[in-house]
């Protein structure tokens, strides 16, 4: 019985120690017969793709962003979340201080909202919607982004994709923060 347990702790010994270096490399998804949807700004209707494909999450909604300033984004996944889906959000360092950032908004709204600070950028901009939906792209989560930025965004359906950007996800938020909002 105890050579089981010492092969069990030496497993998950090699999987702590190969899961960031996998999360880190690159990895070739095939889209095949995968959905992709294409928007770009300005007014290009980027926020509103955002928040319809938010307004159809059943389950969980996992959000990286660099800048998050758009309150129909906001909104939408405060909607979510009064619907039952679990919605969790990992910001820069940089919205601590910013004047208008949706994290004070999320925070306050109790959804778990983490400031990933071990980086000089947490320069992400992606949703993963449900598993199996991926938002990506330069698109900030900002009203400057939908209305005045050359931006792009892609809305990808594959549960492949989406498997990898949780687990880049995870790997974030196992060295983020929680953001208490200031007084």
């Not at 998804?29 to 770009?40: A, I, K, M, Y």
């Not at 549960?159 to 880049?168: D, F, G, P, R, S």
Request: aromatic letters at 10%; glycine letters at 6%; charged letters at 20%.
């Amino acid at each position: 019985m105890r050579v089981k347990w010492i092969y069990a702790a030496i497993i998950v010994a090699v999987l702590l120690i190969l899961i960031p270096w996998w999360v880190c490399h690159s990895t070739h998804v095939p889209l095949g017969d995968n959905s992709v949807r294409v928007f770009f700004s300005p007014d290009g209707g980027c926020a509103k793709a955002i928040v319809g494909e938010i307004t159809d999450g059943k389950s969980q909604i996992l959000v990286q962003a660099y800048s998050f300033t758009s309150s129909p984004i906001a909104k939408a996944l405060l909607g979510a979340y009064k619907r039952g889906v679990k919605v969790a959000v990992i910001l820069d360092k940089s919205q601590r201080m910013e004047k208008y950032s949706a994290a004070t908004f999320l925070a306050n709204s109790r959804i778990p909202t983490f400031i990933d600070d071990e980086h000089g950028i947490a320069h992400d901009k992606i949703m993963i919607i449900d598993g199996q939906t991926v938002i990506t792209g330069s698109f900030n989560f900002t009203k400057a982004a939908e209305e005045r930025n050359a931006e792009n965004l892609l809305i990808i359906k594959s549960e492949e994709l989406a498997k990898l950007y949780i687990a880049n996800w995870r790997h974030h938020r196992n060295h983020s923060k929680p953001y208490f909002p200031r007084d």
